[in-house]
């Protein structure tokens, strides 16, 4: 059975850090580009960030670069989103999302999908 699980969400004061986990099972994680999505309330999905598994090759939305660091722990099947500097607009639900490394980073293109973790930054 396919499972990614998030975890590390939670109420951050703007300006604060967060680290959100994403651990992965039953797929090669290894041939896998794995990241994340966000989905505030009343917008659309968001591409975030994604690590190729296979080559490091990492992605980064405009608006996080900078902030926003992606790794990925290979014995571990698990990827971290470090999220610094958090801003308001920064409040989503983050989902975890794996997809073959040729594939664009499009949300209707992803294999597999996290149930989400909620991120609220305050002012």
């Known amino acids: 059975e396919v499972q990614l699980v998030e975890s590390g969400g939670g109420l951050v004061q703007a300006g604060g850090s967060l680290r959100l986990s994403c651990a992965a099972s039953g797929f090669a994680f290894d041939d896998y580009a794995i990241g994340w999505f966000r989905q505030a309330p009343g917008k659309e999905r968001e591409g975030v960030s994604y690590?190729?598994?296979?080559?490091?090759?990492?992605y980064y939305a405009d608006s996080v670069k900078g902030r926003f660091t992606i790794s990925s722990d290979n014995a571990k099947n698990t990827v971290y989103l470090q999220m610094n500097s958090l801003k308001p607009e920064d409040t989503a639900v983050y989902y975890c999302t794996a997809a073959p490394p040729s594939r664009l980073w499009i949300y209707y293109a992803m294999d597999y999908w996290g149930k989400g973790t909620l991120v609220t930054v305050s002012l």
């Open positions: 690590i190729s598994n296979s080559d490091g090759r990492t």
